[in-house]
């Protein structure tokens, strides 16, 4: 923000500009604090990867189905098509080494790389499990609590709707029973008369 002596801003305006300033210079910080935090470069980083894998696992599905439908035709399509998409053929021939490359099994080194790996993993594999175990276990008796709160809350409604009923039911009686008696007597009167 400038500051512009031909503008006549109230203290209060000032301070609206300052506060919005602020909020606007907190929203930038918390962006770039997340978006250099190591969680979430990890995330974009694994998001790309799965996209790259999932792009690559499409084509190959592509070629292997474009390949099947050749195959079902003439020597000659098979060569055209090979000639017309080299990349799909490339791709096959990567899918086909992928798939040879997980029936050898691993080698030392390759081992030894994973259980470096897992050996790394494990606390924070570990931290999250027990962060989530207490928390579970902190949720556990307020949720028991709450339970309990509704059941009895529960309960005494049904006991109120009983009692309200028993009682609207006895009104419903002697009501009935007052009508009875005021027709009787309306009935006993009409005759006297007639």
Do not use: C, W
């Amino acid at each position: 923000m400038t500051y512009d002596a031909g503008q006549n801003k109230t203290p209060e305006e000032i301070r609206a500009d300052i506060e919005r300033t602020r909020l606007e210079l907190g929203g930038d910080v918390d962006a770039l604090a997340e978006k250099v935090s190591p969680s979430a470069i990890v995330d974009r980083q694994t998001d790309k990867v799965k996209a790259a894998v999932g792009s690559v696992r499409d084509r190959v599905m592509g070629s292997a189905h474009d390949a099947g439908d050749s195959l079902s035709g003439t020597a000659g399509s098979v060569k055209s098509k090979a000639n017309g998409n080299p990349f799909a053929v490339g791709l096959m021939a990567f899918g086909a080494g992928l798939l040879i490359a997980s029936l050898i099994p691993a080698s030392d080194a390759e081992k030894d790389a994973a259980g470096k790996v897992k050996e790394q993993a494990q606390p924070v594999v570990d931290s999250v499990t027990g962060a989530a175990k207490d928390v579970a276990s902190e949720l556990r008796e307020p949720a028991q609590q709450a339970f309990a709160s509704v059941k009895d809350t529960a309960t005494d409604a049904a006991q109120n709707v009983k009692e309200a009923g028993g009682s609207a039911a006895e009104d419903v009686k002697d009501s009935a029973r007052e009508a009875k008696h005021a027709v009787q007597e309306n009935v006993t009167q009409d005759s006297d008369r007639a």
